[in-house]
């Protein structure tokens, strides 16, 4: 006697793979995408070098800078093939630097980003993350404010790179930490450059990492980008 599938069993079979394609919909159809390069340094020919007796005083962000996120999504225990990036230039700030004993150095640097207004590739993802994971809506604003003074390396005073860290308190979704920072920064003509990045797990502020129906999800780390120009007050 032929053995005939339940009814209910290839019902249930149906709608598993309905979900399923429906998932890899998603995942395609909104969510895959090609990542920005990362933010570095701006290169050029030969630097624009300012007197170091120029450089004290207040610096405020400037047109050009940008802050964002760079995570990497999963369809199932699969990683996805690039990183998720949202970029906003709604940043303001500024950086105080002064001279003495022959080193410029660098304090009450700060700048605030606008993270409701963050844009990717994708507007349905950056709706999304109004709600779930940086919950935006919520909590639209991300803010940096250091904590001691820096050192202006020599090399980015003569408008070459340079690497420094920066110790200070990072607000993000309504949470705050102490976090270092790596720096690249360059100080070329009348423009302060800085760039850097920190990878931090999700729940260090107090967020989740977005999934939709347990199918698209995003790894359990995050990733704070940003390239900051800075120009006189």
Avoid: C
């Amino acid at each position: 006697m032929p053995i005939r599938n339940h009814p209910v069993r290839v019902i249930a079979a149906a709608a598993a793979a309905v979900v399923v394609a429906g998932a890899l919909f998603v995942y395609f159809a909104v969510f895959a995408h090609n990542s920005p390069k990362k933010l570095t340094l701006a290169s050029g020919g030969q630097p624009d070098l300012v007197a170091a007796s120029e450089l004290p005083g207040t610096w405020t962000v400037a047109p050009g800078s940008v802050v964002g996120y760079r995570v990497r999504e999963q369809l199932g225990s699969l990683p996805a093939p690039d990183d998720a990036v949202g970029r906003t230039s709604q940043v303001t700030g500024t950086v105080t630097l002064a001279a003495g004993g022959g080193t410029i150095t660098a304090n009450a640097a700060n700048f605030s980003a606008n993270v409701a207004s963050l844009t990717s590739d994708q507007s349905r993802r950056d709706n999304f993350i109004k709600r779930e994971g940086l919950q935006s809506s919520q909590f639209p604003t991300a803010t940096f404010a250091e904590a001691g003074t820096i050192t202006v390396p020599s090399g980015a005073v003569s408008g070459h790179s340079a690497t420094v860290s920066v110790s200070g308190n990072l607000t993000v979704h309504g949470v705050t930490k102490l976090v270092t920072i790596p720096l690249q920064v360059q100080i070329s003509g009348h423009e302060l450059q800085v760039v850097g990045s920190l990878v931090f797990p999700f729940s260090e502020f107090g967020m989740t990492p977005p999934s939709i129906g347990g199918f698209v999800s995003v790894q359990s780390n995050a990733t704070l980008e940003f390239s900051l120009l800075f120009a006189r007050a």
